[in-house]
């Protein structure tokens, strides 16, 4: 691809699509719904029509299948998934190789938003039923509601709340400017849900301050 003209927003390794996950994507999806606990990667980037030659690289180097391809103004997304781990790494192997970048260059995930909203009233639940496109927010449930850029990085965050808790994924927005999470349940599964979520998301910005640890190794 010859020397790099983007920048590398968000790069993210999901082992095992959690179903909800994998169901909401279908949902939204433009090309190839993936199977609940199919392996996925997320790469995002800017500007946003560079992520043609990406995807391109990833398609022609492995088996994955493309699941979603966004162009926006000014970030471009896709999400590509498989079966098997393996050769969901090795896309994004050969996308860093043929670009030159570790996954480690990837941009610092920043929290706008994090926060529980605790027994919400029946007002509250409906208007999140009513603006979102999965679950539904049920009166005295919990609500966990946090927003990050860049926005792919919820996608990694969504699918380690839903390991963790028995909640119900509400909404989610991993392309654009700013990502958005919405996530419902009892109040201590809401909990443990934002915890594992903040968790993987800490986490993901230790490996690139120190440039340790790799998704795809």
Do not use: W
């Not at 391809?69 to 190789?97: P, W």
């Not at 009166?139 to 946090?146: C, F, V």
């Amino acid at each position: 691809m010859g020397e790099k003209n983007f920048e590398l927003r968000t790069l993210i390794f999901l082992d095992s699509l959690q179903p909800q996950l994998a169901q909401y994507i279908a949902k939204e999806n433009r090309v190839y719904d993936p199977s609940e606990y199919d392996a996925a990667l997320f790469i995002e980037i800017a500007p946003a029509m560079e992520i043609h030659p990406l995807t391109d690289m990833a398609l022609k180097n492995t088996k994955v299948r493309l699941g979603s391809l966004v162009t926006e103004r000014q970030f471009g997304m896709m999400q590509v998934h498989h079966a098997d781990q393996g050769e969901v790494k090795e896309a994004g192997s050969a996308i860093l190789r043929e670009t030159g970048l570790s996954e480690n260059d990837r941009a610092e995930v920043k929290l706008l938003t994090n926060k529980v909203i605790r027994s919400v009233q029946q007002d509250h639940a409906i208007m999140f039923t009513g603006t979102t496109r999965g679950n539904m927010v049920v009166a005295g449930e919990s609500i966990l509601i946090m927003e990050a850029t860049p926005a792919a990085y919820l996608a990694i965050a969504c699918n380690e709340a839903l390991k963790a808790a028995e909640v119900k994924l509400i909404d989610i927005k991993p392309t654009g400017a700013t990502g958005r999470l919405l996530i419902s349940g009892k109040e201590s599964e809401v909990d443990s849900a934002a915890e594992a979520a903040t968790k993987v998301l800490l986490k993901l910005n230790e490996m690139k301050k120190n440039g340790s640890g790799f998704q795809l190794s």
